[in-house]
């Protein structure tokens, strides 16, 4: 499976984005996707996880009721909308793919990645 990651930019505080991974490959195969993120000199975490089918959905507490994971309708590809952005939300944005029915939130547990893509959030 191959993931490329979009849809990064700079916003201001209190804006919103949307970020894109698109799968290739082999997506036939049951897959779950994760949305971690990295800041400059700090640890990737994890932000938000969605299973296969899209019914179930996992987020960090720091994104729960600004961030929404979903699916498109061919389920190749899954969004991460971004809403009330925090200049703390600043960092490299990774997706991850995993073959597993289960919301891993450590970036240990995703077999494939894509690129990261940045987000900026201004002050």
């Known amino acids: 499976v191959q993931l490329q990651a979009s849809g990064g930019g700079l916003v201001q505080a209190g804006g919103s984005l949307r970020l894109s991974c698109a799968a290739s490959?082999?997506?036939?195969?049951?897959?779950?996707v994760g949305w971690f993120r990295q800041a400059p000199g700090k640890e990737r975490e994890f932000v938000a996880a969605i299973s296969w089918f899209g019914g179930n959905t996992n987020y960090a507490d720091s994104v729960k009721g600004r961030f929404t994971v979903s699916r498109g309708n061919a389920r190749s590809t899954v969004y991460l909308h971004m809403n009330n952005l925090k200049p703390e939300d600043t960092a490299v944005y990774y997706c991850?793919?995993?073959?597993?029915?289960?919301?891993?939130?450590?970036?240990?547990?995703?077999?494939?990645w894509g690129q990261g893509t940045e987000v900026t959030v201004s002050s």
């Open positions: 991850g793919a995993i073959r597993s029915f289960t919301l891993a939130t450590t970036s240990e547990s995703y077999t494939y």
């Open positions: 490959g082999r997506t036939h195969t049951d897959y779950a």
